[in-house]
């Protein structure tokens, strides 16, 4: 049957040619915006998928101008104490002519005075936007390194940079806080000198931090470098045994078990007999115990932020040279240690700004497939399209036509 009132034909071909229209337009869209997935319409999975690492890309970028400042900062500080050993290995030259007895000791020590302020000067000036590593006045600081997602979701990674005080200042005493012997006797090696001895442990405590809790970085706000009562990071806890030293350098966020700790440690790194003396630690506390028949000298102090260098301004050759020469090998040793410490962590996070930006060129490519147009592909289609665009107008105006027939049917 032919009806006047419907032609299903013409529905037909004008369907059709909507839905060729449709993908025309969509694929001009695709060429236009060179995206295949410009919006959340068009694949909300994909697109969803997309946005997540493209915010990513702009994190890493983030992270990888924070590492960037971070390897200039460290430049400077590893600069710096590559210089101050230069300066230090130029007087220990000079230390060591000075212990011939034919040499004017007083023209050497005049050299050494004035490297002496060639390493003040250069360890003041070693900061980068005002961050100086070298002088004492940081104790270490982190360096944005890494974005890392899971499932349970965002958290951001961080390369610590421990700082090295180079500085030539002594440091003050502290009057209280930084721990105290108890149980020490007088009888041993010296009157008046506290000592352990067999069957009489002795027992370090007694710490006490500027914060309950921890010990605050020494640029906190809430710090104060003149309150000589309590602790804060970057100083310096000595205990004597005997003849070894342990020293440990409190770090930010320290505890009490962190000192003693770091003091057991230091102690068995430096030679400390574990047969001759029991270190036991104890909620805070360091008890000694001297497992010998000889008294051993005991002694503790702190002192705020003692430079590594703060035994350079009294060096005397013309008095001492002998004395002169030991503190200096010391004193290079700890510049050396400096400028490998920064050498190291330097080389970490140049490895690491490589890693990052290789991973925000993967994060490019892999958002790169999900959502944008293969050209080559869009072409072909765009070709084919228009080609069955025409046939559909085409087929369009023969169905309209058809009703004209009916014409024939009433002559």
Do not use: C, H
């Not at 000036?125 to 006045?137: C, E, I, P, T, W």
């Not at 209280?176 to 000592?195: E, F, K, M």
């Amino acid at each position: 049957m032919t009806s006047i009132l419907t032609n299903t034909s013409a529905m037909v071909a004008l369907q059709t040619l909507k839905g060729i229209n449709a993908n025309l337009n969509k694929t001009q869209s695709d060429i236009s915006t060179g995206k295949n997935v410009a919006s959340a319409k068009d694949n909300a999975a994909v697109w969803a998928i997309s946005k997540v690492m493209d915010s990513d890309v702009e994190g890493f970028k983030g992270i990888s101008d924070s590492l960037s400042v971070g390897s200039a900062t460290l430049t400077v500080a590893r600069q710096a104490s590559e210089s101050v050993t230069k300066l230090l290995t130029e007087m220990k030259g000079k230390i060591v002519a000075a212990q011939a007895e034919n040499v004017d000791r007083t023209k050497i020590q005049t050299d050494i005075t004035a490297l002496t302020k060639q390493i003040e000067s250069v360890v003041g000036a070693a900061q980068f936007n005002g961050l100086n590593l070298v002088d004492g006045s940081q104790s270490s600081v982190n360096v944005l390194s890494s974005l890392d997602r899971s499932q349970g979701g965002v958290t951001s990674s961080n390369i610590t940079v421990d700082a090295q005080n180079l500085s030539t200042s002594a440091g003050a005493a502290l009057t209280a806080g930084g721990g105290t012997l108890t149980d020490t006797t007088n009888v041993g090696p010296a009157p008046g000198i506290p000592s352990v001895v067999t069957g009489t442990p002795v027992t370090l405590d007694g710490f006490a931090f500027q914060l309950s809790g921890g010990a605050l970085a020494s640029n906190d706000a809430a710090a104060d470098p003149d309150d000589l009562t309590g602790l804060i990071a970057g100083d310096a806890i000595t205990l004597n045994i005997g003849s070894v030293q342990g020293r440990y350098v409190v770090q930010q966020g320290d505890t009490a078990d962190a000192l003693v700790a770091g003091l057991k440690s230091s102690l068995t790194a430096n030679g400390l007999s574990d047969t001759d003396f029991t270190l036991t630690l104890n909620a805070g506390q360091l008890e000694v115990a001297n497992n010998t028949n000889q008294a051993a000298a005991i002694s503790a102090s702190a002192t705020r932020g003692t430079g590594g260098l703060a035994g350079l301004n009294t060096i005397d050759v013309v008095n001492d040279p002998a004395t002169a020469l030991q503190d200096i090998e010391g004193m290079l040793q700890t510049s050396i240690d400096a400028a490998a410490s920064f050498g190291s962590v330097q080389k970490r996070i140049d490895i690491q700004s490589e890693f990052v930006g290789q991973l925000t060129d993967a994060l490019k490519t892999g958002i790169g497939v999900m959502v944008d147009t293969d050209m080559e592909e869009a072409s072909a289609r765009l070709q084919a399209l228009q080609v069955q665009q025409q046939l559909a107008t085409q087929a369009l105006s023969i169905a309209n036509q058809q009703p004209q027939g009916l014409l024939s049917l009433f002559r």
